[in-house]
């Protein structure tokens, strides 16, 4: 199993580390060729998603991953990677790849409130620990994506289809559920394939 970890800017190389301790390679996307046809899922992390927008378009990464997205590649993403997933946005006018059936709140939490931990439940999981830095959360879902988690009455976990998103980081809790839930996705789509 490959994985494609977006690392132009952001939390990549503790995506990285949780893959490793997964038993699972992850290649580190810096460029279009880094974009191969053999991976079989995508990580996009958490940063600053107008920073990894703009370096999507400039290095002409931004095409191949929506084709690839679009196309069914399982991905999951993580705060700045959820914003660049949804489909809308109800406190700025940018959206990115815009493939997920969510509204996101960019920031959501105010700078009060701008990190906190916390430990809800993860649906299919239990509970779990959860980091947020300066997150966004989802404030709608349509009805193609289901909500996985909800924390203080906002949605913070969701997936659709092959997508997985999260407004906290799992990348940075030593609990490995979450990626392994994904990994899970991702096994189940090559086996399809496959088949
Ligand atoms: N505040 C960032 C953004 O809007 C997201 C923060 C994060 O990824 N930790 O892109």
Avoid: W
């Avoid at 370096?55 to 990464?61: F, K």
């Avoid at 959206?95 to 009060?112: K, L, S």
């Avoid at 289809?161 to 809790?173: G, N, R, V």
């Amino acid at each position: 199993m490959k994985i494609g970890v977006l690392a132009l800017q952001g939390a990549f190389a503790e995506h990285l580390s949780s893959l490793s301790r997964l038993g699972v390679t992850g290649v580190e996307l810096r460029q279009r060729a880094d974009i191969t046809p053999d991976l079989d899922g995508l990580v996009l992390p958490g940063g600053e998603s107008t920073v990894m927008g703009k370096l999507l378009r400039e290095l002409d990464m931004f095409a191949p991953l929506k084709t690839m997205i679009q196309g069914g590649m399982p991905v999951f993403s993580t705060c700045a990677g959820l914003i660049l997933l949804a489909a809308r946005a109800d406190n700025q006018e940018k959206t990115y790849f815009e493939v997920m059936d969510i509204t996101v709140r960019r920031n959501a939490y105010g700078r009060q409130l701008g990190s906190f931990s916390t430990q809800a439940e993860f649906a299919g999981i239990g509970v779990i620990p959860m980091i947020f830095i300066r997150a966004p959360y989802i404030s709608a879902v349509g009805p193609q994506a289901q909500i996985l988690a909800v924390v203080d009455g906002h949605i913070v976990a969701a997936r659709q289809d092959a997508m997985l998103c999260t407004a906290f980081h799992p990348e940075l809790s030593s609990d490995l559920r979450v990626h392994d839930y994904f990994l899970r996705t991702v096994a189940g789509r090559a086996a399809g394939n496959a088949a």
